[in-house]
């Protein structure tokens, strides 16, 4: 609901994102807010699954992270998860190197999300960040053994990593390995569903991250000319699948889909339908029953909402 290009969501945005919701059948949208942003929020709730940002206590109150968040759970009872936690700047002032996934303080976290029975939304490092091409997945591993009550759902996360010895695993066998290993363990397709292109969008989707001009407002003949030169939402249809074929096909039950909006330009309806229309035609590569249970029956297990199969 906030972004680093000074997005802000307002009351009139929030008001448009619920109508075009209701214009597209999403019955419900995982909002990652703050505090600020919570009396925008409340009067939605009933579209929205509001989760706490941790952002400002990450980079602010890193020794009493746990108390921090504790704190704003009880101000504000309408929130039903914890996260997004972005581990891959440290708190300080260069931001490096990444955060543990098993640091003591997100431990305490963990320890907190499972007694109040709401799941953390969790974006890993990079393989890259890493001495140890093994590091990123140990330290994962270890978050989700410290406490099996502790529901985790990663996001952008394990791309190119180590596992087991085998070294630049595609994220899909990755995924899969790790949905094997940890039953906790949910993964978010969100962060790829949204290239036709969110944030690596200077010629392509396999574009540096780092050299996104983020305070470039793009157009939308910009954005449809890229996508019918790179063959249209039937291409990014086919590219998802072939990256998480294998954990869609194998856990639809614990992967879900979404489109991790959270620039100023990505609010409007020639980005958000063709994000949709780019996942519907990814599930129309499943067989209907996958195809339902990544489309919806798994976010609401894993956030407790009751859905009308008509809605």
């Keep these: 609901m906030s972004g680093p290009d000074g997005f802000w969501m307002t009351s009139e945005k929030l008001d448009w994102f619920v109508s075009w919701m209701q214009r597209n059948r999403v019955v419900r949208a995982m909002a990652i807010t703050n505090e600020q942003i919570a009396p925008v929020i409340e009067p939605h709730d009933d579209r929205l699954v509001p989760f706490l940002s941790p952002y400002i206590q990450l980079r602010d109150e890193f020794e009493r992270l746990s108390a921090a968040l504790e704190d704003l759970l009880d101000r504000h009872d309408f929130y039903e998860g914890l996260g997004e936690f972005g581990l891959y700047r440290a708190p300080g002032p260069d931001r490096t190197p990444p955060i543990p996934a098993n640091h003591p303080r997100l431990l305490e976290v963990y320890d907190l999300a499972a007694d109040r029975d709401i799941p953390v939304m969790v974006h890993g490092g990079r393989p890259t960040q890493y001495e140890d091409p093994t590091g990123l997945v140990t330290d994962m591993e270890a978050a989700f053994e410290h406490n099996r009550d502790c529901t985790f759902l990663v996001h952008s ?110 609010f409007n309806d020639w980005a958000m339908d063709t994000w949709i229309d780019v996942a519907r035609a990814l599930l129309g590569k499943l067989p209907q029953d996958k195809a339902d249970q990544v489309g919806y029956k798994t976010a609401a297990d894993l956030f407790g909402i009751s859905i009308d199969q008509d809605s």
Excluded at 174 to 181: F, I
Excluded at 246 to 264: F, K, Y
Aim: hydrophobic share 25%; aromatic share 14%.
């Design 157 to 266: 996360t394990f791309y190119g990593v180590t596992i087991d010895g085998e070294s630049n695993l595609p994220i899909g066998e990755a995924v899969d390995t790790l949905l094997n290993e940890h039953s906790n363990l949910y993964f978010d397709i969100s962060g790829a569903n949204t290239s036709p292109y969110s944030y690596r969008y200077n010629e392509g989707p396999d574009d540096d991250y780092d050299t996104v001009n983020r305070t470039e407002k793009k157009s939308q003949e910009w954005f449809e000319s890229k996508l019918q030169a790179d063959g249209g939402v039937d291409y990014h249809a086919s590219r998802l699948y072939d990256l998480y074929g294998s954990i869609l096909e194998n856990h639809p039950d614990r992967v879900t889909w979404g489109m991790d909006a959270s620039w100023q330009w990505h």
